[in-house]
């Protein structure tokens, strides 16, 4: 059964495409609102997310293909389309982790959701376990970068930590030289 799972995620079927394809246009969704809409305001934002991923968990929870591993998984991304920070979100990905503790992904999105509740080197470690399982994961990467250049300490400390955070940037840019996200966290560095 494990090895199954392991392959639904190097070759995923079309109904987790569908779900990552539908937590992207409400990612999409977050970044453009604001931009696009006739009615820009907090309270109209707040009420269409919460509409979209609401729609988003309820297809989550009716799709019985799922394996339970990825189930958690994507209820724990699209609860961390949410702003703030969810406990759900924290405690789904928890779950996924403890399923399959080898899927880097899951540790990644766990990392950005212990970030939200202020939890810098809790996701840092999320970002680090990521990393052990899949060294060449962009989004570890530069969420680790991220972690280095937000920690705090003395001036050399600090100092190290921006190197670090420098460097783990410039692998992510390498990895990808196209991604936005990267470019952005290698300039944020500099």
């Known amino acids: ?40 305001t907090e309270a109209c934002f707040n009420a269409e997310l919460e509409n979209k991923v609401s729609d988003l968990l309820s297809s989550i929870k009716k799709c019985p293909e799922l394996p339970k591993y990825l189930q958690a998984y994507l209820l724990g991304k699209a609860l961390n389309l949410y702003p703030k920070y969810v406990k759900e979100c924290e405690e789904q990905l928890t779950r996924c982790i403890r ?67 420098l460097e783990l940037a410039k692998r992510a840019v390498e990895l990808d030289p196209d991604d936005g996200m990267s470019l952005c966290a290698c300039w944020d560095t500099i």
């Open 99 to 165: 399923l399959n503790p080898s899927f880097p992904q899951a540790l990644n999105e766990l990392g950005e959701c212990v970030w939200k509740r202020s939890d810098i080197n809790g996701a840092k470690k999320c970002f680090l376990a990521g990393l052990k399982l899949n060294k060449d994961d962009k989004a570890c990467l530069r969420n680790l970068s991220m972690a280095y250049r937000h920690l705090g300490g003395e001036n050399g400390e600090r100092l190290k930590n921006c190197a670090e955070s």
């Open 1 to 40: 059964m494990e090895s199954q799972e392991k392959t639904d995620i190097e070759q995923p079927p079309d109904f987790l495409k569908s779900f990552e394809s539908q937590i992207e246009e409400i990612n999409d969704f977050k970044c453009s609102f604001y931009i696009t809409s006739s009615t820009p």
